[in-house]
């Protein structure tokens, strides 16, 4: 069974940072991990994903150079750091994966999610 459970989330001030987790209920090697983010009255969009490999995929632009997705085999968890946060990085984040996924790419989605994590980036 896949469990996702995120957490780090809080509410930072522009420009500051921000590390969120996502703890797995499997070895974060076996499948890709993905994080989403969703907006108020906006779709949920992809923003970084961690393949079984070890490859990483930033899928939005806005985020590219600000973000780092990473994992800790040790703890089970997949981390995604945030730098130099804007207000419009305000959202639910979510991690997503499968156990059937291995590689990320632009328009994956995932069958299993957490439940979310807020970021509030207000000043």
């Known amino acids: 069974q896949v469990q996702l459970v995120e957490s780090g989330g809080g509410l930072v001030q522009p420009g500051g940072s921000l590390t969120l987790s996502c703890r797995t209920s499997?070895?974060?090697?076996?499948?890709?991990v993905g994080w989403f983010r969703q907006a108020p009255g906006k779709e949920r969009e992809a923003i970084a994903c961690?393949?079984?490999?070890?490859?990483?995929?930033y899928q939005s632009p806005s985020v590219q150079g600000r973000f780092i997705i990473s994992r800790d085999r040790t703890k089970n968890t997949v981390n995604l750091q945030m730098n130099m946060l804007k207000p419009e990085d305000t959202a639910t984040y979510y991690c997503?994966?499968?156990?059937?996924?291995?590689?990320?790419?632009?328009?994956?989605?995932?069958?299993?999610w957490g439940q979310g994590t807020q970021v509030t980036v207000s000043s």
């Open positions: 499997f070895a974060v090697d076996l499948f890709a």
């Open positions: 997503g994966s499968d156990l059937d996924t291995y590689h990320c790419y632009q328009d994956l989605e995932f069958d299993h």
């Open positions: 961690l393949s079984r490999f070890g490859e990483s995929l």
